[in-house]
């Protein structure tokens, strides 16, 4: 489980989190949604010590996240970035099997190219992308092999940050499929940032809406069309109209 | 008002600039201790060493070469105004080993391996690579920081020697080339003029500029800015700093060896 507990952050004079309170419970599938900007990659990082809250904690299943043994703690948690963050200067297999090079999780070189073959198979791409570099793929590949790396070492807990951004809608349909079945196969606790509403349909158990710095309605994702909150509904409708400022 | 307002604006950049030297200091103090605490990145540091030392060997060479050439020259011509051209290879060796050799060296890897090193983790910066070394329980300046150091540590001492042996060749080539030396008489000059001061002093400031470059790569391509314009300005920052610093540390070191 993870809660956040009167989280602020700011950069310079930018009071990017407020006060965010917010519980994700063990197992479930919560996915935070919010206009650009508004600090939802912030939270994410802020739970892997990535970026450092001014003040308030986050706890995981209880314990503070900046205490305790660090590679431990991250041994638990796998993450989708944005635009995959794959390395370069690394073969597609050597970028999913990183964890299971090195560190605490080190298989011999064999094995972790094996569990590697077998996660790219998983998320829908065959064994001969395994000796390609990251340039030689497109996007949607990009994405694939990014969550193959994110669930390489069976995680706990895996981020996934605008898991959709630039693919074309088939390809946003196909990643999110792969996420909701991942992480309903693993039962991993899974946090999402997103403004694609398609991908929250798809992946969510439940929602939760960042705004000027605070959560501002958090509930199951069935509950989302009906509930009443003005900034919810002006979100999921897109409307320029509403208490959500829009700049044209 | 008026009047404090310029010296407010050199207070504040005064107080940033020490800022920098602390932080870069630090930095630096990180990265030699990453060097010698686990886990180790022995593919990393081949690299390194491969990309640092066996790939600009090319640059340093061709530079030293056409350097001492022409520091044979100047010489020449310049000491026949005093009749004192026959003092060529002594003043080609003292001078390519004790200065030309390790500052050209030192600047050509500032320019060639820091701008590298800078562009190269401020895209992985910009790409959020360095967050995912972090989130797979890998320390960015353990795993990018201290091989690249480390290479550089070893590796461009080895490129001064080098160099400096390049350069004493070209102003050997040129001497009997073009200015009539006798072959051996040009090296018996110049290997008995040479002293192990000034070899050690060479080796020392190769090292000595070796880290400055990898770590001004490092600590400008680990503190850039967004996009395509902070990989860009990471990259000038580095490499004018690391070139800057080439020429201070190059002077204490003179002070230091030679001074006395």
Redesign the interface.
Known sequence: MIEFQDVHKSFGPKRVLRGVNLTVPKGESMVIIGGSGTGKSVAL?CV???IHPDAGTILVDGKDATQGD??AF??R???L???G?????LTVWQNVA??LL????KRPKAEAREIAIEKLRRVGLTPDVADLFPSELSGGMQKRVGLA?AIAAEPEIIFFDEPTTGLDPIMSGVINDLIREIVVEMGATAMTITHDMTSVRAIADKVAMLHDGVIQWTGPVGEMDNSGDPYLTQFISGSAEGPIEAVR | MILTAPLAALGRQTMAFMALIGRVAIFAFQGLTHIFRPPFYGREFLVALLNIGWLSLPVVGLTAFFTGGALALQIYDGGARFSAEAVVPQIVAIGMVRELGPVLVGLMIAARVTSSIAAEIATMKVTEQIDALTTLSTHPMKYLTAPRLLAALIVVPLLVGIGDIIGIFGGFIVGIQQLGFNPATYIVNTVNFLQFTDILSSLVKGMVFGGIAATMGCYFGMNSGRGAQGVGAATKGSVQAAAVLILAANFMLTSLFFAS
């Open positions: 990082k892997l010590g990535l660090r590679d991250l041994a948690f796998g993450m970035f944005q635009g963050a794959l390395f370069d200067s990183f964890r090195r560190g605490s999780l790396r």
